[in-house]
């Protein structure tokens, strides 16, 4: 698999050269990480793991990711 997360024979061959256009998408727990170990002076102990938990599992979305409106990324909706 290439970095990108496709088959390399697929997106390293020249024939599909322009055939890509860039899309974003926020992991909004991701960005709960990155925000907390992001803070000044912060530093994690040896081996110290972070991640992100629910505040509250009924005010959680759970719909289809690609059913949402205005979703640009469609891949990964079981990720």
Known sequence: M????R???ECRNDA?????????????A???VEEHTGQKGFKA???QKFYAVEIDEELITRRA?????GSADKQGADD
């Open 65 to 69: 990711f690609g059913d949402q409106v």
């Open 30 to 32: 991701q960005a709960a």
């Open 2 to 5: 290439c970095e990108c997360g």
């Open 16 to 28: 599909n050269a322009g055939l890509y256009e860039v899309a974003d998408t926020t992991c909004h």
């Open 7 to 9: 088959p390399k024979f």
């Open 45 to 47: 102990e040896p081996g």
